[in-house]
């Protein structure tokens, strides 16, 4: 499966605007662009205003509208005029659908207020309707707006996404091992018992990736995803009384684009004090001895640690095999067995995806000696 994190979504876009923020670099940011939080009649919203990615959301149903300059010849300058200027003409359209036309949902029209305040009117896309606009930002002006404006929308914009989420529990167990699972309608993370050491960091890591899965189903939504079939979870994968592993999951899901998206992501957690694991320092050369060099004739070369790998790969039949030397190798975590490497190919070749086992003693002649301490505190129950 692709990776999709955080956060992955928003990274996804990023790289979409990078070029765009890049060309604004080197100019001072418009004075009217930020986060902007207040009222449409009498309903409270949340507003981000920027030249790559305006958009907004009413706090109480939480799914966001994009916002364009009205100018039909050429939207994004108009937009960005009027975010220098403080005269706003915008359309209100929703989420882009694949194949289907943008649908314009309503009309706003802004002028500067009061200092660190738009004000203006919304009206329905006949016109019928109209209601006030009043705004206030958020953001700092100087030049923490600078580097806020530069992130397209800054995470006060999203806070509030993050303050609505809130989850049930109810008892689990894996391995033996008792917690709680907590659960909201789009996401379940799993809680620790409070008297365990570890509970003191990975609780609070797990209500915060809850939150962040708030986050990213926004942003599935506003970019073309209907969000229905959102299901991501942070579960136990292995857990003995030195170490625990966590596995980050989304399911397929679609967000616009080409193609589906879903991720899978595992971490090892140390559970006498709740720290991640690097389990990369457990091998000799860490992650580059897991990677395909390239000669000085630009031609492959497998290390020993990576032919081991490609050997015990499950997946080595047809175009999985042949594209063997773009195959990715995720963080390993141990088990009682050995050390479990997951394989990552690109969107077309998902299928390929697996898992690769090497025992502890096939790992032997590869460990640091925290690797080794590592094998033996793995076995253990």
């Known amino acids: 499966m692709m990776p999709f994190s955080v956060s992955s979504l928003l990274a996804r876009l990023s790289l979409l605007i990078a070029p765009l923020a890049m060309a604004h670099a080197a100019e001072p940011p418009p004075a009217y662009a930020g986060v902007w939080s207040g009222t449409i009649g009498k309903s409270a919203v949340m507003v981000c205003l920027s030249s790559n990615t305006s958009q907004y959301y009413y706090r109480k149903m939480r799914k966001g509208l994009v916002l364009n300059g009205a100018d039909a010849t050429d939207p994004f300058k108009a937009l960005e005029a009027g975010l220098r200027s403080g005269h706003l003409h ?45 705004l206030q930002r958020l953001n700092p002006s100087g030049p923490q707006a600078q580097e806020q404006w530069a992130e397209d929308c800054p995470s006060a914009y999203f806070q509030p996404l993050k303050d609505a989420v809130h989850w049930t529990t109810k008892p689990a167990a894996f391995a033996g091992k008792s917690y709680q699972m907590m659960s909201t309608p789009f996401a379940d993370a799993l809680q620790l018992p409070a008297e365990m050491p570890a509970a003191r960091k990975i609780n609070p890591m797990a209500q915060a990736w809850l939150k962040e899965q708030a986050v990213a189903l926004y942003s599935c939504r506003i970019n073309g995803g209907t969000g229905e079939d959102w299901s991501a979870a942070l579960a136990p994968k292995g857990w003995n009384d030195k170490f625990l592993v966590l596995e980050d999951s989304l399911s397929e899901v679609f967000c616009g684009g080409a193609h589906g998206n ?57 175009v999985c095999g042949e594209a063997a030397p773009q195959m990715s190798i995720f963080d390993p975590y141990p088990t009682a067995k050995g050390l479990v490497f997951n394989t990552h190919f690109f969107h077309a070749l998902r299928a390929c995806n697996d898992e690769i086992i090497l025992s502890w003693k096939q790992m032997a002649p590869f460990l640091t000696p925290a690797g080794q301490a590592a094998a033996q505190q793995a076995v253990r129950p």
Do not use: C
């Open 90 to 134: 915008l359309l209100e359209q929703k989420s882009p659908v694949p194949g289907q036309p943008d649908t314009v949902t309503g009309r706003w029209q802004m002028q500067p207020g009061a200092v660190g305040e738009l004000v203006g009117t919304w009206s329905d896309s006949a016109g019928q309707k109209t209601w006030p606009i009043r």
């Open 262 to 318: 879903a991720s899978l992501g595992i971490s090892t957690f140390d559970l006498d004090n709740g720290a991640k694991v690097n389990t990369w320092g457990w091998i000799k050369g860490g992650q580059k001895a897991a990677e395909v060099a390239v000669d000085k004739d630009y031609q492959p070369t497998l290390s020993r640690l990576r032919a081991l790998l490609e050997k015990h790969n499950p997946r080595t039949d047809g």
